[in-house]
């Protein structure tokens, strides 16, 4: 969906680095996700806020943060990569209210490798 | 925790029907069925939800069963875009409860 867009697409890094992924909406979502899938996995849920002043774990947040900078941004970070962490990840946004309440809006998705 | 199970892959000629099954035996009276599709590596895609009745809309038809234990998804008439990985996830609608997407069902359209 153009409208939630994930930056950048592709990284690869080194362990040990700290690296940011970024994500932006124009959808006028409160409710922004983190989601990491591994090959031939499923996606799970690594953090994910309500708005700006809640942030929340999810199912794997070990080895991860965020930072919920405006209504539009949410961004993950990894403070120190490792190898295990080379994934797909994915930002979500959804809207509480109304039928869109049942959708999330996924962005493009950020291929990271930890070399 | 894993509430869905669903087969692995399917394959489905196209232009014909496509049935995904899904079976959510511990489902709770306030949780819906949910179904997202992933295409390639994009990012997932809402399809459809429901909670007893049958429903439908323009991409597919979802069947729940009266015990509400299982569940089918289906697409009218596959197209070879319709080839995808399949989520089917129960969940309580409008709160703050994660979708938990399991691994899915592989659809492979077959021209």
């Known amino acids: 969906d153009a409208d939630v867009t994930q930056t950048p697409r592709n990284r690869i890094t080194k362990t040990g680095k700290r690296i940011m992924l970024e994500c932006s909406q124009t959808?006028?979502?409160?409710?922004m996700y983190w989601y990491r899938q591994d090959p031939g996995l499923g996606l799970r849920l690594i953090y994910y806020?309500?708005?700006?002043?809640?942030?929340n774990k999810g199912e794997i947040s070990d080895g991860y943060s965020v930072s919920r900078q405006a209504q539009a941004k949410f961004s993950l970070s990894l403070e120190s990569a490792i190898p295990n962490q080379t994934a797909l990840y994915f930002c979500a946004t959804s809207d509480p209210r109304g039928l869109a309440g049942v959708e999330q809006f996924f962005g493009p998705g950020t291929r990271l490798t930890v070399l | 925790d894993a509430k869905t199970t669903q087969p692995p892959s399917m394959d489905c000629a196209e232009g014909r029907a496509a049935n995904l099954p899904c079976n959510h035996s511990?489902?709770?009276?306030?949780?819906?069925v949910y179904w997202y599709r992933q295409i390639h590596s994009q990012g997932p895609q809402y399809i459809i939800h429901g909670l007893k009745n049958n429903e439908t809309n323009e991409m597919a038809s979802l069947i729940i069963t009266e015990d509400r234990k299982s569940s089918t998804l289906i697409l009218p008439h596959a197209t070879l875009r319709d080839t995808a990985v399949y989520y089917c996830i129960v969940r309580v609608v409008y709160t703050g409860n994660q979708f938990y997407f399991g691994t899915g069902t592989s659809l492979t359209v077959i021209p």
């Open positions: 511990t489902i709770s009276g306030n949780e819906y």
């Open positions: 806020s309500f708005d700006v002043k809640d942030i």
């Open positions: 959808k006028g979502h409160d409710r």
